[in-house]
């Protein structure tokens, strides 16, 4: 969520609050006023990437208004009316919005810590007592299963693959999907045959699958290289970023480095 887009919150709840209290006590003096700053306000949103049905209100044609300025015609009452309906309609769902935003950046960033110390975890399963039995992490599948393990102490709502829409003929199970944040994480493993230049194809290719994806606002792709075998994991982790487009963020994680 940018600075800007929070200031236009405030301005929006300004707008509807002052619109309606005209509108309660008849006054329409400035309800095109109200209008003009609303539909400002709807098209700032949109040119920041803010979604939504809603769309520019109309002015009342110049055959309907009061005539010669004296008072106001049913029309520009009712039209002062649709602007604080439409206005509060506006600031709900950009509220709405902006508070997913919000727990969106925080859900990454716990997800950013858990990988960050994945490799770190897998160290200490290794160390039991009087060497007891674990969890050792021979391929994806067991990254898989940590990293639900891990993600459960965070996240209540995980929903482990689900079907993406198909692309190019065909479709894939993500890995996790954290509904309520829209946010989805693509596991890989490094081992012989599949390096950082095989990684990276692959992820591209998944890439433009979640493009297609209603619940993925943010792909978060991990790539557990416990073996080093990626040469240069922050060069890759910089390309796939930038596949990021409108709609769909890319964050890449190698871990260990």
Do not use: W
Not at 81 to 100: A, D, H, M, N, P
Not at 241 to 248: A, C, I, N, P
């Amino acid at each position: 969520m940018s600075d800007k887009m929070f200031e236009l919150m405030k301005d929006l709840e300004i707008l509807v609050s002052c619109s309606k209290e005209d509108y309660d006590n008849n006054e329409h003096h400035s309800y095109e006023r109200y209008l003009n700053e609303y539909n400002a306000i709807l098209k700032s949103l949109m040119e920041l990437g803010f979604e939504s049905e809603l769309r520019c209100i109309e002015v009342v044609p110049d055959g309907q208004k009061a005539y010669m300025g004296m008072g106001f015609s049913s029309a520009e009452g009712a039209k002062h009316r649709e602007v604080y309906t439409e206005g509060s309609k506006l600031l709900y769902r950009l509220q709405k919005f902006i508070g997913i935003e919000s727990n969106s950046k925080e859900a990454e960033k716990t997800i950013e810590l858990i990988l960050s110390r994945f490799h770190s975890v897998v160290r200490q399963l290794r160390d039991r007592y009087a060497g007891r039995q674990t969890l050792d992490i021979q391929d994806e599948y067991d990254v898989q299963d940590l990293l639900h393990s891990l993600l459960r102490v965070f996240f209540d709502d995980i929903r482990p693959e689900e079907t993406t829409p198909s692309y190019a003929g065909g479709s894939k199970r993500m890995d996790f999907l954290i509904k309520q944040e829209k946010i989805v994480i693509e596991v890989k493993k490094t081992r012989n045959g599949l390096s950082g230049k095989e990684v990276g194809e692959q992820l591209l290719i998944d890439i433009a699958t979640y493009r297609e994806h209603p619940d993925c606002k943010t792909l978060i792709c991990f790539v557990y290289d416990p073996e080093g075998r990626i040469g240069n994991p922050i060069g890759l982790e910089n390309d796939l970023v930038r596949q990021s487009r409108e709609g769909l963020k890319v964050v890449t994680y190698i871990f260990p480095k």
